[in-house]
């Protein structure tokens, strides 16, 4: 027998017990005599005493040449510690080792396996069986598992069923790049992974099957940004006869229940904001509610008085800093140098420092007296004490830059609160999105979202403003500024649906040879539908309080898409090539 017990299970309960444990050697402490080996496993971590005194001189020089990482078999008594740790669950016994047996040496490890490692992130990543030792990560990992488990339970009670759909399938576009697999015996032909299992669900609607879900792999190539995975994990969901509302309803409760699950946090009913009120009070479609610094639009009150970039501007919009009218100017150069750089590229920042005794000082004040600058602070509600910024130029732009400092100054200022937790649905989205490169339309959500009933014949007039106007039922769930659900009511009539892709720029050929099945299913009886999709990863993540995915996967890919263990993806055989009848390139011979 490899164990009796777990190495995080003995209390004083146990002392005089003969036991056995197994497994991993944090560290040693040799005191001469005596010698401590931290001995560890999933379940946490016991103390071995090995005393020269009371054991053999044999055993005793064995431990001496355990280092760290060594997985070990020990049997031996528990008895009572003589200085207890408090911080360890079996902190009060130690175990008096009488055999030893290493079942396995291991090398030097390259990073600390503790609590806290040493190790930068290619590293943990190359050795990640390592780094899958150390607590967070087991800690996340089991956190997956039952937040995967606790999803399952609640949308079974909810009569969902969970249906697998295939990893080979023929391109869905969600606004991606597919990554394709070559088909061996269709020479020149060639599956896609899906971005979502999107028409497939839409087809389980057509077939009957009601609710459906999955907790699936999507699979995405897109230029990785630090928290993006080319392959993520979502929970998938499908209704038929629904509306928004119940979509809603059905998904706020699947949240209260995880979050009451998990984390034994009862969340009370989720606000709703419109996409553009979202934007005009945020900047952004993903805003952050655990704290205010909400925009206020100036154009009325700042521009025509001279100063040139604001009368120039589309938008003159600015944001409230409580209580921070006393920074220095070496930090408002550090916030305006902030504002300047190309990842947030606003041209200038405009500051007002509403001082104690009710006066102003602006760095604009060659243009503006204080009767315009109280004005401002009127407008923004500001009180003695604040600091205001202003930025201005075009509105799209102008708003990202914004909402980009509103969140830095929220972090700054630390309003950003760990275990404070702040859902909103976002309803309304825009049905298009002009892609300014490109010079055309996307779908904002997917090519399968219903426009509004209302917007439904304005679809096809053409004009750019009209457009840009049009409104879908789609909505996203927002939690702390992340966007950890998004979903729409879809479009299930061919007609419907053909004008949709001809308004994405599809011709009706393209429209048939790309989704010829689904406008086919829609002529045989398609119920209304509508579903959503949660990002797994996300949803560990934020409910952790943690930014990045990174950690709450098992095996992840580097910012290059590598996966640095396996060290992956890499060259494939000639032969193999052939086989797949891909041309070998000079360079791979
Ligand atoms: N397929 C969509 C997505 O992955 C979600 C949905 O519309 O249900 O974003």
């Known amino acids: 027998m490899y164990r009796t017990h777990q190495c995080g299970e003995l209390r004083a309960e146990h002392i005089g ?172 032909q060639f599956y896609a992974l899906p ?49 928004q509302e119940e979509i809603i309803q059905t998904f706020e409760g699947l949240t209260k229940h995880l979050f009451k699950a998990m984390l034994g946090l009862e969340l009370s009913e989720f606000p709703r904001m419109y996409y553009d009120e979202a934007m005009r009070r945020f900047g952004s479609d993903k805003p952050d509610m655990r704290f205010g610094m909400e925009f206020t639009e100036l154009n009325a009150v700042a521009q025509g008085k001279g100063f040139k970039v604001f ?36 041209k200038g920042l405009v500051y007002v420092k509403c001082n104690e005794d009710g006066s102003f000082k602006s760095s604009v004040d060659k243009f503006f007296g204080q009767e315009d600058l109280k004005a401002w602070a009127d407008a923004m509600g500001a009180k003695a004490g604040d600091l205001l910024f202003v930025l201005s130029g075009e ?91 998004g979903g729409s009511i879809r479009i299930f009539d061919r007609a419907l649906q053909e004008r949709n892709f001809k308004l994405l720029g599809f011709t009706p050929e393209e429209a048939e040879a790309q989704f010829g099945f689904l406008l086919g299913a829609f002529e045989f009886g398609a119920p209304p539908h509508g579903g959503i999709a949660f990002g797994f990863d996300r949803l560990c993540a934020v409910m952790n309080g943690q930014s990045s995915i990174r950690d709450f996967i098992a095996f992840p890919k580097n910012n290059q898409g590598r996966d640095m263990m396996i060290d992956a993806p890499s060259p494939i055989a000639g032969e193999q090539l052939g086989e797949l009848n891909l041309e070998v390139t000079a360079e791979e011979v």
């Not at 760290?68 to 049997?75: A, D, L, P, T, Y």
């Not at 426009?451 to 679809?459: Q, S």
Request: charged share 30%.
């Open 311 to 346: 009368d120039s501007a589309e938008l003159v919009v600015g944001i409230c800093v409580p209580g921070q009218a006393g920074y220095s100017r070496k930090q408002l150069d550090g916030v305006t140098d902030w504002v300047k750089r190309p990842q947030v590229g606003a």
């Open 195 to 243: 971005q979502s299992p999107q028409t497939f669900k839409q087809i389980l609607m057509v077939g009957g099957l009601d609710r459906y879900f999955q907790i699936v792999k999507c699979f995405r190539d897109e230029d990785l940004r630090a928290d993006r995975q080319p392959e993520f994990t979502q929970i998938d969901c499908e209704m038929a006869f629904v509306t």
């Open 395 to 485: 509105t799209d732009k102008t708003r990202k830059q914004l909402n980009e400092l509103r969140l830095e100054m929220g972090r700054r200022l630390g309003l950003m609160k760990a275990g404070d937790f702040k859902p909103l649905w976002v309803v309304d989205f825009p049905l298009l999105e002009w892609d300014e490169e490109a010079e055309r339309f996307h779908a904002m959500h997917h090519p399968f979202t219903a426009p509004k009933k209302e917007d439904v014949e304005r679809m096809l007039t053409g004009d750019h403003e009209t457009m840009k106007a049009l409104r879908a039922d789609a909505y996203d769930l927002v939690i702390n500024g992340s966007e950890i659900g």
């Open 17 to 188: 017990q003969t036991v056995t444990l197994s497994g991993w050697v944090q560290r040693s402490r040799d005191q001469g005599f005596m010698m401590f080996v931290d001995l560890r496993d999933r379940y946490g971590i016991t103390q071995l005493l090995f005393s020269e005194e009371k054991t053999s001189a044999e055993l005793f020089s064995q431990a001496r040449t355990l280092s760290r990482e060594f997985v070990i078999r020990v049997s031996g008594t528990v008895i009572e510690r003589v200085s207890k740790n408090k911080d360890l669950p079996t902190g009060d016994i130690e175990v008096e080792v009488k055999t030893l047996e290493i079942l396995s040496a291991a090398e030097l490890p390259p990073f600390t396996i503790e609590e806290e490692t040493d190790g930068g992130d290619d590293l943990r990543m190359k050795y990640r069986y390592l780094d899958l030792r150390r607590g967070p990560l087991q800690r996340n990992l089991i956190f997956r598992s039952k937040l995967a488990l606790a999803t399952r339970s609640y949308l079974d009670s909810q009569s969902f069923i969970e249906v697998e759909t295939p990893f080979l399938i023929k391109s869905t576009p969600e606004g991606a790049r597919d990554f394709v697999v070559p088909s061996r015996m269709n020479p020149g």
